[in-house]
């Protein structure tokens, strides 16, 4: 399998704060990533950099074989095919449901109206809220605004998804609608990188589990491996409190 | 055991009546007074503005009259609306004027609020006012802007002012929020700088040192006038803008770059139309104050309303008139900036349910 995404001695500073030292990640296409770790450990950062949500001082990192650097093309070219799940799923407040969804493909992808609110109204039921199309999202529980972000992210048609924190915003009872559509998202074969505390989703889906904590990479294993064996004390000592409550 | 309430108590007159006036009798005294004052007060301006007043006569009628003489009104009317600009043509710089009110009341309907809407219905309407009142096409006389006055050109100056003054305003705001230091910086000092002056001295440095020190400047006063107020409007509108910028959530921007937008698609699409949202109660203010300020003109002198209606009872036979005509351009002033205000309060409501 070619790689989606390859890292490469990833640093990055927040004045002189380090984030990120010395991150190396290779995401193979279709693979399910899982990240976990304690607040702070660089987790988000890692992701949002993929995308260039935040920018990497040293290091490499490859996207679908484009070079993720300062030239805004290749920015605009790995925005394009990578999809971005929220934490406080972002919803564009002043656009109905539909709209949100049909934003993105009709400016960046040139796709007529009509297509794009048929593929639109695709998403929206396989995310299981059809039905709220011409609503607003302040109409919306939790749980339905991200199934919607989730749906608007896919409407571009992403080659690799990433999910940044995506239940961590979420009343408990919404928590396994927004789960649901992530597993079958990866029954598809999507390319996921999710950042996530819910260790069940990624015991089901994940094919690795990475653990970080203060912006380094401390172990990385299949799920059974990683749930039922962990090698590092860190890595014990966080699962210990996750798996605890 | 109670029976539930399933309404609330409904209250017959009377006894709201009795106790929202007449509570104690100290309270009722007071009350009592106040109404008599408010009553006597009410009936003394209904006896002056309109059972002694005169409608229409002569000033001599008027004086012989006790109540207001709103003769003047109805004899002078087209000096205040019309100015200077010839009699004849008056139906011109009217339907000019309408077709700008229009275009003010149309731009406040949500469907004309894209970039290409809006700016199509602005150029389209101004070009119609300037072919109207300076003629010269279509078989219409030329009639230059020295003639122009009274309220069409007070509402012109506000419309042009808003019609320059809200693009520049987007555009300093958006380059004081750029991420280049050196273009921050200076949108910034020239927004501060245009802010710590009064907008009395920006008139007379546009009217009058202006030509002086450029000779050969292109343009009319009153073009130079307006441009000079859309800069200053400009400049407290841009911070009005960055205010509701700002106030959004990082999150917005977020999603849109994710989703692959691109600067301008961002910002037309997500950034400004949020932040206008969320500014709109000083927008409305800022509308409304630069409505105002256009009475400054008179100073440079510039035919406006407010002279227009000096105008009307300075020229001797009226002059005994003037409380009346002030009644009336006060009047004409709250119509329009209470139905701005009114509008505010509208599109205040309609949001709270996010759209």
Redesign the interface.
């Known amino acids: 399998m070619p790689a989606a995404v390859s890292i490469k001695n990833l640093d990055k500073f927040y004045g002189d704060f380090q984030a990120l030292r010395d991150v190396s990640l290779t995401v193979t296409e279709g693979e399910k990533v899982v990240i976990c770790g304690p607040s702070g450990s660089g987790k988000s950062t890692l992701i949002r950099c993929i995308n260039r949500l935040e920018e990497h001082q040293a290091g490499s990192i490859d996207v679908l074989g484009t070079v993720l650097d300062d030239n805004t093309g290749h920015i605009d070219a790995i925005r394009r095919e990578v999809g971005m799940v929220f934490q406080n799923f972002n919803l564009f407040p002043h656009m109905t449901i539909l709209e949100n969804c049909v934003l993105a493909p009709m400016l960046v992808r040139k796709t007529p109206r009509a297509e794009a609110e048929e593929m639109a109204m695709h998403f929206l039921k396989k995310v299981h809220i059809p039905e709220q199309a011409m609503k607003y999202p302040g109409e919306l529980s939790g749980g339905q605004q991200q199934r919607v972000a989730i749906a608007r992210a896919l409407c571009m048609k992403p080659k690799i998804m990433l999910f940044d924190e995506p239940t961590s915003a979420l009343d408990p009872e919404m928590i396994s609608e927004v789960l649901d559509v992530m597993v079958s998202l990866a029954r598809e074969g999507m390319t996921m990188i999710c950042v996530t505390h819910e260790m069940g989703f990624a015991r089901q889906v994940a094919d690795k589990v990475i653990f970080m904590d203060r912006g380094q990479i401390i172990e990385t294993n299949p799920p059974t491996e990683f749930f039922d064996n962990p090698q590092h004390d860190r890595t014990k000592t966080f699962l210990s409190q996750v798996l605890a409550h | 055991m109670t029976d539930i309430a399933l309404a609330p108590p409904s209250l017959d007159l009377r006894h709201m009546v009795r106790r929202k006036l007449f509570p104690t009798p100290l309270s009722g005294l007071v009350s009592l007074i106040g109404i008599a004052l408010i009553s006597w007060l009410a009936w003394a301006l209904i006896r002056w503005a309109i059972l002694d007043a005169v409608f229409f006569g002569t000033p001599d009628e008027c004086k012989q009259a006790a109540g207001a003489c709103w003769a003047v009104i109805t004899t002078r009317w087209r000096l205040m609306f019309f100015g200077l600009y010839p009699y004849d043509e008056h139906w011109r710089s009217a339907f000019g004027c309408l077709t700008l009110i229009a275009v003010i009341v149309l731009s406040c309907i949500p469907w004309f609020w894209t970039a290409l809407r809006i700016s199509v219905l602005w150029v389209v309407s101004f070009t119609i006012f300037v072919v109207l009142m300076r003629g010269g096409l279509f078989g219409l006389s030329v009639i230059t802007e020295d003639k122009w006055g009274g309220l069409a050109l007070s509402i012109f100056i506000f419309a042009g002012t808003s019609l320059l003054g809200m693009p520049l305003a987007i555009m300093l705001a958006l380059l004081r929020r750029s991420p280049l230091p050196l273009v921050a910086k200076l949108s910034g000092l020239f927004i501060d700088t245009v802010r710590s002056l009064p907008l009395i001295t920006i008139l007379f440095t546009v009217a009058i040192l202006l030509p002086i020190i450029v000779p050969g400047l292109a343009g009319t006063k009153i073009t130079r006038v307006i441009c000079g107020m859309a800069v200053f409007f400009a400049a407290y509108q841009a911070e009005i803008i960055r205010s509701g910028i700002q106030s959004l ?1 990082v ?2 921007e ?9 600067y301008w ?1 961002r910002t037309r ?2 950034i400004l ?2 932040a206008f ?1 969320r500014a709109l109660p000083p927008t409305v203010s800022q509308f409304a104050i630069s409505f105002k300020e256009v009475a400054l003109v008179i100073v440079i002198g510039i035919f406006d309303f407010l002279a227009s209606g000096n105008a009307a009872y300075g020229s001797g036979d009226w002059a005994f008139a003037y409380v009346e005509v002030y009644a009336f351009m006060a009047f004409v002033y709250f119509i329009f900036v209470f139905s701005l205000s009114r509008y505010g309060a509208y599109l205040e409501r309609r949001m709270r ?3």
């Open positions: 959530p999150g917005q977020e999603a849109a770059k994710a989703l692959g937008l691109n698609q699409k997500i139309p949020q949202r349910v996010g759209k």
